[in-house]
């Protein structure tokens, strides 16, 4: 392994943004691998490149994260612009692909900062052409300022919901309808944790400006909507739902659907980290400390990667783990760290107040952790939830049997699409909890590669440092 490094930090969001900057502050060598082109992660996606109208329609909290980038400007950072990491070992190898090439290096500690992925929300039809998540319709407005056809309707539940259908606004693009899912009986479950959240109203008040202008500008929106349904012939159609008691049919030629976001664990879980079932999030997450230490030593997990927090509380989550790794590298004392740490730790708890209000308000509708029969669950492999149901029955006890009796979770996403789904449909059947059935092994490599790009690899002489893929 020739390059070796005191850090690296696997994803250029909030989080491994400002770990960078403490580590590369103090003169730590450290690099900095990411997929995207450029550094930002999902919040601050093409912030760097992003023109002043770009901003302006993304929003005040998207151009904040320009004040993040003087991170990569230490001397010993590297980033690593377009590198999919596809291993890591626990010996804190890791490999990476980048521009068709594999590479590897080494390094004293890792930081895992890979931040959050969108939950899965399979109904009938939800595979249909035309039928994308809202953040791979909000990663198009960012990236290339592209719109989706008209007409256009939002499905879902959670705030990435109406941000996205406010930056559609902005940008003078007037979606065609809101469909929420959100159930009913959530904001009673809410109430309970709404004077915590009103310590930190910031989010609220957010929220509730965001739906006004929506409905100021007339967009018709659907609540507490059930039994969806894509409609189409080789693309989409129509949604079909039911909402306050009545079937609704909208035509639409685009349908973008969204569900929450969840911890991304495949690094995580194909460490064999100790993680954790979150009820409130309906997520697992890693099991770490305050600093982000997990279960495995030299490892760290910091941002949403860690537990939904949102994009301040990763940036902060990231400073601590840096200024703790800081102290394990011996460049400052625990007094020092202590002493650094009190602004980011009393700013992450100020975060974290809003949290349990949001996580109770938009809990996933049943619908979708518990797709009806005919239902693809694992989109690559095409297996639907019936097909899980049965494995159950001829005595699959959990997702990482699901692979064998018939394929679920073995297709390119590696599971990142069906993980939870495939857990939830196992844990109803059998009338057990998440944690009691688990979630797939995950095993490298985490995204597809090529055998050229691995063959390309320049290995030394030592056969123990080959990859195991
Ligand atoms: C699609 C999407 C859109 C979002 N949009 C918004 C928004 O507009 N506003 C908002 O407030 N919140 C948004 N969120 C939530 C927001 O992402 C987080 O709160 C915040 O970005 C978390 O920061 P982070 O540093 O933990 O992770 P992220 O910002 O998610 O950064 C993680 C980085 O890790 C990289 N990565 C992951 N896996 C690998 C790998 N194997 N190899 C290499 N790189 C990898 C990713 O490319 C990404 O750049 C969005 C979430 C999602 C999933």
Redesign the pocket.
């Known amino acids: 392994m020739s390059e070796r490094f005191d850090v690296a930090i696997?994803?250029?969001?909030?989080?491994?943004l400002a770990a960078a900057g403490v580590l590369g502050q103090a003169g730590c060598s450290v690099t900095l691998?990411?997929?995207?082109a450029e550094p930002g992660?999902?919040?601050y996606r093409g912030i760097g490149s992003a023109s002043g109208p770009r901003k302006s329609v993304l929003g005040a909290?998207?151009a904040a994260g320009a004040s993040l980038l003087p991170s990569l400007a230490h001397d010993s950072v590297t980033h690593i612009a377009g590198?999919?990491?596809?291993e890591v070992t626990p010996e804190r190898d890791i490999y990476?692909s980048q521009a068709g090439k594999a590479s590897g290096l080494k390094a004293e500690h890792v930081l895992v900062?890979?931040?959050?992925?969108?939950r899965p929300m399979p109904f009938p039809g939800w595979t249909l052409p035309g039928v994308m998540t809202a953040?791979a319709g909000?990663?198009l407005l960012k990236t290339a300022g592209m719109l989706p056809p008209s007409p256009c309707v939002l499905a879902g539940s959670g705030p990435?919901l109406f941000?996205i259908a406010a930056q559609y606004l902005a940008a003078g693009f007037k979606i065609d309808a809101i469909v929420e899912t959100t159930p009913r009986g959530n904001l009673a479950k809410a109430l309970p944790h709404l004077p915590g959240a009103l310590l930190n109203n910031k989010y609220l008040r957010k929220g509730l400006a965001m739906l006004a202008s929506l409905r100021k500008a007339g967009i018709p929106h659907y609540k507490a909507s059930t039994s969806l349904v894509a409609e189409g012939d080789g693309q989409v159609e129509a949604l079909k739902f039911t909402s306050g008691g009545k079937p609704h049919r909208l035509a639409c030629a685009s349908l973008l659907i969204h569900n929450g976001?969840v911890p991304?664990v495949?690094?995580s879980r194909s460490l064999n980290l100790d993680h954790a079932w979150d009820s409130l999030q309906h997520c697992w997450h890693p099991v770490t400390d305050a600093s982000g230490a997990t279960s495995l030593a030299g490892f760290r997990v910091?941002?949403?990667?860690g537990g939904i927090a949102?994009?301040e509380a990763?940036a902060h989550g990231?400073r601590l783990a840096a200024l703790a790794i800081l102290e394990d590298l011996g460049k400052i004392t625990g007094g020092e760290r202590q002493a650094r740490s009190s602004d980011d730790s009393a700013a992450l708890k100020w975060h974290g107040r809003a949290r349990p209000f949001l996580d109770a308000l938009y809990a996933p509708a049943r619908e979708f952790l518990e797709p009806a029969d005919s239902t693809i669950v694992c989109r690559c492999e095409e297996v639907t939830a019936g097909k899980i149901r049965e494995f159950v029955d001829l005595g699959c006890l959990g997702p990482n049997q699901a692979k064998s009796f018939g394929r679920a979770g073995m297709g390119p996403c590696q599971g990142r699409y069906c993980g939870l789904t495939v857990s939830s449909v196992i844990a109803a059947k059998l009338g057990k909890e998440m944690d009691e059935v688990g979630y797939y092994r995950i095993r490298p490599p985490?995204?597809p590669i090529t055998l050229r790009e691995l063959a390309s690899m320049d290995l030394d002489d030592d056969a123990d440092e080959r990859p195991a893929a």
Not at 10 to 16: D, S, V
Not at 113 to 118: K, R
């Open positions: 696997i994803g250029a969001g909030p989080a491994g691998l990411d997929e995207q992660g999902q919040i909290d998207y590198a999919t990491v596809w990476y900062a890979t931040g959050a992925t969108e953040g909000q990663i990435l941000l976001v991304n495949q690094i910091a941002g949403d990667g949102g994009a990763a990231g985490l995204k």
